[in-house]
């Protein structure tokens, strides 16, 4: 079966429409009132956390990054669910200690911390993830401005990076983290300064689908972290190892095997959990992998129209409200995002078709040479894998045209 029909499976369909949460594409475009957007199918959100939780070790604990998708609805829906929240800005802080999470389960991690978040995160008794020796002495200081000690881990940046991730984050130079052979020097500072070492955070790559690459830098980083602990000012009691569980959005992509990423990671946290970190909570935390796949993006035609020969489809949606699959974020070739016909599921005579949003860029293009069904104004067009770094990883202002409205379903 090939992926889009995977997909269409997935969502399932009624009278040659998808269906959402269970609701047709039409119908529920009519409640949303409005299109484009975005919808949340809430049902395949907590299966796939059910899934994740069953994969992992049962003692691992399960950090969502809320920044895949900081919609309120949908953190509150992660709140029932996983154990803690990763946050990279105070405004998202404040998103997650909304939900009834206690400070204790949130940690800010993320360069270029202000000092007016710095305050919010002290004073609201989240951990701060430092990610430099400068940014540690300014969150020493907002305590002593505040008469509280404030509580920290040391992200590391460690001197492996991961290969095969979509995104680096970690290894080589970087903004994110302390060198791994700073981190000694860092330590022995934090033990004098006043504040509460909590433990340590690795975060080194996004969005990977080859099991044996994160298998593998899950186990460099808990022997770096059970290295580092020994030089800890204090027992550790957190340890994040990341996450960069990728989902797939290409034909090409394989799904990741998940259940030996568990596996394997039983056996090293076996090890790991013998001396020094017996007592820590070792954390995975996960943004794409938990909400990408449970959201799609829903746009409307507006024009359909011949040029030399090619069908163009031109619908009221974009890179405005989803960059990622006009191929502007993070890719290097671009490729399609998996995309449907809503409305016409059973259409047979399908042509080549280029789906294009409504900015004036040749960048606005979501579909490159797909084949789709005859398609005409006020047809929805479905664009699958939209429930991470969506709507806020977009440039929204871009032409000033109408938001689009998030709905859970
Ligand atoms: C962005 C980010 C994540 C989430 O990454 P995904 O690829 O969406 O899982 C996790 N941790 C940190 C520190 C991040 O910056």
């Not at 030089?231 to 550790?236: E, F, L, R, S, Y």
């Not at 035609?301 to 960059?323: A, E, M, N, P």
Request: with cysteine; aromatic share 6%.
């Amino acid at each position: 079966m090939n992926y889009r029909d995977e997909l269409l499976l997935r969502f399932g369909s009624r009278d040659g429409e998808l269906l959402v949460g269970g609701t047709t594409l039409s119908r529920l475009a009519a409640r949303v009132g409005s299109t484009p957007f975005f919808a949340y199918d809430h049902r395949q959100l907590l299966a796939r956390v059910a899934v994740v939780r069953a994969a992992l070790p049962p003692d691992i604990e399960l950090s969502y990054a809320v920044k895949a998708n900081p919609m309120p609805a949908v953190v509150a829906q992660m709140a029932g669910v996983v154990d803690r929240f990763d946050i990279a800005s105070a405004d998202e802080m404040h998103v997650a200690l909304d939900t009834g999470k206690s400070p204790a389960k949130v940690s800010f991690a993320g360069p270029g911390k202000s000092d007016s978040e710095l305050a919010s995160a002290v004073a609201a008794g989240v951990t701060i993830e430092l990610e430099s020796a400068g940014e540690a002495t300014r969150v020493e200081r907002t305590g002593q401005a505040l008469g509280l000690r404030p509580r920290v881990a040391v992200r590391v940046n460690p001197p492996f990076a991961i290969k095969g991730s979509g995104m680096r984050l970690g290894g080589g130079p970087q903004q994110f983290g302390v060198d791994a052979e700073a981190v000694a020097d860092l330590l022995r500072w934090i033990g004098d300064a006043e504040m509460d070492f909590v433990g340590f955070h690795v975060f080194a790559g996004s969005q990977n689908l080859d099991a044996e690459i994160l298998i593998d830098a899950q186990r460099q980083t808990l022997a770096l972290v059970r290295e580092l602990a020994s030089q800890a000012p204090g027992p550790v009691s957190y340890v994040n190892i990341g996450g960069g569980f990728g989902i797939p959005y290409f034909p090409t992509d394989a799904p990741l095997d998940l259940a030996s990423v568990g596996q394997r990671l039983a056996e090293t946290l076996g090890e790991t959990r013998q001396g020094i970190l017996a007592d820590a909570s070792v954390v995975v935390e996960l943004g794409r992998y938990l909400v990408g796949e449970c959201g799609v993006y829903v746009t409307r035609v507006v024009d359909t129209k011949q040029s030399r020969g090619s069908t163009f489809v031109v619908v009221d949606g974009g890179l405005h409200h989803q960059l990622a699959a006009s191929g502007n974020f993070g890719q290097v070739i671009r490729r399609n995002y998996p995309l449907a016909a809503g409305t016409r599921l059973d259409g047979t005579d399908t042509r080549r078709t280029n789906v294009v949003g409504c900015s004036c860029t040749p960048l606005d293009m979501l579909g490159d040479g797909v084949d789709l069904p005859a398609v005409e104004p006020g047809d929805l067009i479905v664009i699958f894998q939209a429930g991470a770094y969506g709507l806020t990883a977009s440039p929204t202002r871009f032409l000033s045209h109408p938001a689009a409205r998030e709905v859970v379903v």
